[in-house]
């Protein structure tokens, strides 16, 4: 790698010790993927999960002196001043949720604890090179912004906004932009349930390839919402940081585009059918349920809204409980224009800066969950909650009558 005389210094320590290591990081990166050099960010996002290996890398770099020229917003970990009150946890579990606030204050990052930040408050405009982690955010600003991002991890897209560049590899490159294989979608696609289980069924097949969805009955354009559930989806399943959708993203105006001129490497066909095997692949059975969560990604305000209208005024069944996780600024609208109040009246609790993979949630495992998407009942089920998938109306349905059918 060609390293500039101030890149140098960097690496030999004399901007720091916290400098030098996230310096060694970017290089051992650039190095690890043949990029020639560094280039400069304009914005990154750091998923930074609230887990102990994560806290202690950035501990480490903000005890070394380094401190964000790019200001990263960040992932969720959990609200522990409302969510300790309803649910235990252990001492250990809170001093590191106290911890990972204290230590990315300390480095400088915008603490926004939301996993959506393309739809709120980091949004890059078409070709910005950017250093973005979280599975949800780094194919929407990829394929529906335009900017450019690998999938970074927490620790190489907070080295990057301590240094304020990132090794020029992968989707910064154009030749790496292009779509790799067609996918033909028959499939109707309507409400973000929908397209999520889309890319949950072809991130399968995807593996880090990047689709192409050529969907030409869809009229309208898809809401942002329907667009951040599949690259979810996609960079869950498989491990998607991009795809293009022809004549809707902005690098695929045309099937030949969206190729780059180059034959696709394969072409498969989406039925209706097999998004409806998907679902019963993905989804428990039913039954008698303890949880209904909603927000992995982060609910926008709109479909609190939409929450709001599905309840028709009924009542959450005793023993269920009901979560929507969001971002701070969708609570703060929801709080201001009523929805938050009414809601909880009905038994539907809102909760911002917190993601459904945290400690704080373990008194409902053992027990049976729903929700409208594939990815937090993948993160759930790792810590011993099974999930019924289906989609919002069957999951307030489920929450009515405390039983998921």
Not at 62 to 74: F, K, N, S
Not at 94 to 120: E, H, M, S
Not at 338 to 357: F, K, Q, S, Y
Request: hydrophobic fraction near 40%.
């Amino acid at each position: 790698m060609l390293l500039t005389d101030e890149e140098k210094r960097m690496l030999e320590g004399q901007c720091g010790k916290g400098v030098m290591k996230a310096m060694e990081l970017l290089v051992a990166l650039g190095k690890a993927f043949d990029a020639e050099r560094l280039i400069p960010v304009t914005r990154t996002h750091v998923a930074l999960s609230g887990q102990e290996g994560d806290t202690y890398w950035c501990g480490l770099l903000a005890d070394g002196g380094a401190r964000c020229t790019v200001i990263p917003t960040t992932n969720p970990a959990w609200d522990v001043a409302s969510l300790t009150k309803r649910y235990e946890v252990t001492a250990e579990e809170l001093d590191l949720a106290l911890r990972t606030v204290d230590v990315y204050r300390r480095i400088g990052a915008a603490l926004t604890f939301c996993c959506t930040p393309g739809l709120g408050t980091n949004i890059p405009a078409f070709g910005e090179h950017i250093a973005f982690s979280e599975s949800s955010a780094t194919p929407y600003v990829n394929s529906i912004l335009g900017a450019r991002t690998n999938r970074e991890s927490s620790v190489s897209a907070l080295a990057a906004a301590v240094v304020g560049k990132t090794p020029l590899y992968g989707f910064h490159l154009d030749e790496n932009r292009r779509g790799q294989f067609l996918v033909r979608v028959e499939a109707p696609l309507g409400e973000p349930y929908d397209w999520g289980l889309l890319g949950w069924y072809v991130g399968r097949f995807a593996g880090s390839r990047v689709p192409v969805l050529h969907i030409p009955h869809v009229g309208s354009r898809p809401s942002p919402e329907a667009l951040l559930y599949l690259g979810a989806e996609l960079n869950t399943s498989g491990a998607v940081p991009m795809y293009h959708i022809v004549g809707m993203t902005p690098e695929a105006q045309t099937l030949e585009k969206a190729f780059g001129g180059v034959v696709p490497e394969a072409e498969f066909v989406v039925t209706k059918r097999d998004l409806r095997e998907q679902e019963d692949a993905v989804s428990e059975k039913g039954g008698c349920i303890n949880l209904v969560m909603l927000g992995c990604p982060h609910y926008t305000y709109a479909q609190i809204r939409e929450v709001e209208r599905l309840m028709k005024g009924r009542h959450v069944r005793d023993g269920v409980a009901f979560w929507i996780l969001t971002s701070y600024d969708a609570l703060e609208l929801a709080s201001r224009s009523g929805e938050r109040e009414r809601l909880a009246e009905l038994g539907v609790d809102l909760v911002a800066d917190t993601c459904i993979d945290e400690p704080c949630w373990k008194s409902f495992e053992g027990g049976l969950g729903v929700t409208d998407s594939p990815k937090c009942a993948y993160y759930r089920e790792r810590r011993g909650q099974p999930f019924v998938i289906r989609r919002l109306s069957g999951c307030v349905e489920a929450a009515v009558c405390g039983e998921a059918l």
